[in-house]
């Protein structure tokens, strides 16, 4: 009889662990993260081996990655996480200018041109983007870099004067703005649309990274990369404040370490690309080469026009990011 009664006893022990596994494992919140670009692009990449980590780490979210805008499209996920439609998002800063013109110091022309400098403006900006972002309920978790800026065209390019009248692919009134300032006709287009637009005559020119060309197979519709280094833009991940103080102080340092991870190897990445995809572009038939002498006095001059302008718009702020960017 008691042998009977323990079986009993355990077996309800035993049931009732299975239910409350169970039950913890049914707790989990899945997490959706919508990403603008492609599944294969190395920022997506990386945002889906952070979800991963995350998942991993423990049992309270599962984040669950939708590259190529499916989710929502690039334009439209910082307004979706700040409103708390996705809990956790990327956006690319410069993208985000009529935010703040803090944003926007992402996209000035010929004011970091490699990877070092753009890590130090990225430091010194820091601490006024995470202001801003805390002022719109957001947290920022990461972000990191694309490769330096060239200028696709579809005709040779010698300098400005040659880009007046192209129809140039503008994302934030940073490029809408060095348009004007070349004679070309901005047009705004997001990154799941640039291959679109250049096969239907929509552009015809823009400034972006060997990246885009590669994911867009851009050789297809234009025929010159020129080499300018005009900036280095970046990406930035991040989180609904209400979302994430929702979230155990266990799970919210692992969100943590799997963000400075995800920063570490995107700026290691970005890096390491920026070459290779200069080769890739030359190997698929495009004509890659070094901007003219006259072409870099030209983007020089806008570079110092915009730069002015900025610390005109950014006031104070702006300036202390500046003094503390060129300090380093």
Not at 77 to 88: M, N, Q, S, T
Not at 101 to 114: G, K, Q
Not at 243 to 259: D, F, G, N
């Amino acid at each position: 009889m008691k042998d009977m009664i323990s079986k009993k006893v355990l077996s309800s022990l035993l049931g009732g662990f299975v239910l409350s596994f169970a039950s913890n494992i049914m707790a989990a919140e899945t997490w959706d993260m919508p990403l603008a670009y492609s599944a294969t692009n190395y920022h997506s990449v990386i945002a889906k081996e952070f979800a991963e980590e995350v998942t991993a780490g423990q049992s309270d979210i599962e984040i669950v990655t939708h590259p190529s805008g499916s989710l929502f499209k690039g334009g439209e996920i910082y307004g979706a996480v700040r409103r708390g439609l996705a809990p956790i998002g990327e956006r690319l800063v410069s993208a985000l200018s009529n935010e703040s013109p803090v944003f926007s110091i992402d996209a000035v022309p010929f004011l970091a041109t490699d990877f070092n400098s753009a890590w130090n403006l990225y430091q010194a900006s820091k601490p006024a983007m995470e202001n801003i972002l805390k002022k719109h309920r957001l947290k920022l978790l990461y972000s990191m870099p694309w490769p330096p800026q060239g200028l696709y065209a579809n005709k040779p390019i010698d300098s400005v004067a040659d880009m007046k009248g192209l129809k140039f692919r503008a994302y934030n009134p940073a490029t809408s703005t060095i348009a004007e300032l070349m004679g070309a006709i901005p047009t705004k287009i997001e990154a799941a649309e640039v291959s679109q637009a250049f096969a239907t005559g929509v552009a015809e020119s823009m400034l972006s990274s060997g990246s885009t060309g590669y994911d867009q197979k851009l050789w297809e519709h234009v025929d010159y990369w020129y080499d300018v280094k005009a900036w280095l833009p970046k990406n930035m991940v991040f989180v609904n404040t209400r979302a994430w103080e929702a979230l155990s102080p266990e799970t919210q340092k692992v969100i943590l370490t799997a963000a400075a991870n995800a920063e570490k190897k995107g700026w290691a990445k970005a890096e390491s690309l920026s070459n290779w995809y200069k080769e890739e572009l030359t190997k698929n038939g495009m004509t890659v080469a070094e901007a003219s002498p006259t072409l870099k006095a030209d983007f020089k001059a806008i570079g110092e026009t915009m730069t002015a302008d900025w610390l005109k718009e950014a006031g104070a702020e702006g300036q202390a990011i500046i003094d503390s960017y060129q300090a380093m």
